[in-house]
C-alpha cells in the first residue's frame, strides 16, 4: 500500500467488546481487578453495569488496525496515545487513523479508537515500511 500525507488508514472494526477476553487478560496481566469481569464491581463504583475493558486491550485495537495498514514487515516504532473514556464489554468500536508526516519509508500517523463519535483512545504513532512499501 502506498500513502500520502492526510490519506485516511483502513478502519478496523470492533463488532464486540469480549468480556471472556477480557478476563483471559486480567489473567495474563495478573490483574485480577473484578471491574473486568464483575458487573457488581462497577456498579458500586457507580460505572455502569457492564465490565470494563482494560486499557492495554483498547490500546491493541490501535496497534492491530496500524499493522494491517502497514502491512507485512511494518513494525510500529513509537506510540504515544492518550486514553480519555472507557470501553465496556459489548461495546462496539473503531480504530483508524490519517497519515500526517511520510519520511523515507517512514509515516506518522494521528490514530484513534472511537466508539461511535466518542474518543476513547487518541496520539499518534510511527510505523516503519518495508523498502518495497514505498
Known sequence: ??????????????????????KVMALLLDAPNPIHFAPQAVQRLGLGNRPLNQGPNSLAYVINMLMAAGGEGARITRTSVRFMANVFAGDRLHAGGTVTRIDGNTITCDVWLKRGDDVIVQGNATIALPPEAT
Open 1 to 22: 500500500m502506498s500513502f500520502s500525507v492526510g490519506q485516511a488508514l483502513p478502519v478496523l472494526e470492533i463488532a464486540s467488546v469480549s468480556v471472556e477476553k477480557m
